[in-house]
């Protein structure tokens, strides 16, 4: 399924490292989401995005910068980096966020070793 | 009190058997409920929504109590291929798209 695509699939970083993490939707929805799932932990919500405008900010660090070119395509970049930070990041679509009832498509992730 | 709690297994069982996952809840304005299924080293995909009047899809039933905020999932002539991790969600309520991941119960299903 190539519904919502995440480049790189790996990445390993230095702290003092700058790297972006890519999604890309084809499903022509509106919304998009960034997701942290660390071992043992529920996925966490970081950013969404309602037609390309930041809606949700979950008090996420400012080390984690999203953006939001178009409806199609966010990125999520990612300066001095902690260890703690190391985790799996996933990407989501859905048609829209008003109602909450929608299902949300998930890429595959970014799997992040920060060193 | 976590805002969508699940038992974390994991769960052992034989093929064939039939299993239960509770899930409980504690926003009670939340709207909608669902299951998710993540195999291992992969992205959650849904596997149902959940009604107030219960569902089924195949092999699975959902069931909905907004009383006790409490949602199950049954799993009924458990196959090979339910092994994975199964996620209950729930969304936020009143603040639209934001969904509540629980942490997850873990189907180890044998043969």
């Known amino acids: 399924e190539t519904g919502v695509t995440q480049t790189p699939r790996h990445l390993v970083m230095g702290m003092t490292n700058k790297k972006s993490l890519k999604c890309e939707q084809h499903?022509?929805?509106?919304?998009m989401y960034w997701y942290k799932q660390s071992a043992k932990k529920p996925l966490e919500l970081m950013f969404v995005?309602?037609?390309?405008?930041?809606?949700e900010n979950n008090s996420v660090p400012s080390r984690f910068s999203p953006e939001c070119p178009n409806s199609s395509h966010l990125f999520l970049h990612l300066h001095t980096l902690q260890p703690e930070d190391s985790a799996l990041y996933l990407c989501?679509?859905?048609?829209?966020?008003?109602?909450?009832?929608?299902?949300?498509?998930f890429g595959p992730g970014t799997r992040l070793l920060v060193l | 009190r976590k805002e969508v709690e699940q038992d974390p297994g994991p769960f052992n069982v034989p093929e064939g058997a039939t299993v239960a996952f509770n899930c409980t809840y504690s926003?009670?304005?939340?709207?909608?409920f669902f299951w998710y299924r993540q195999d291992c080293r992969k992205e959650p995909k849904l596997l149902m929504s959940?009604?107030?009047s219960g569902n089924e899809d195949g092999r699975f039933t959902a069931q909905l109590n907004r009383a006790s905020q409490y949602i199950s999932l049954l799993i009924r002539d458990s196959k090979l291929s339910d092994s994975a991790t199964y996620l209950c969600?729930?969304?936020?309520?009143?603040?639209?798209?934001?969904?509540?991941f629980g942490q997850g119960t873990e189907l180890s299903v044998k043969p």
């Open positions: 989501a679509s859905s048609q829209d966020t008003t109602t909450g009832a929608e299902t949300q498509y």
């Open positions: 499903l022509g929805h509106n919304a």
């Open positions: 995005y309602s037609l390309e405008e930041r809606v």
């Open positions: 926003n009670s304005a939340s709207q909608s």
């Open positions: 959940v009604y107030s």
């Open positions: 969600v729930v969304n936020e309520g009143n603040q639209g798209g934001k969904l509540i």
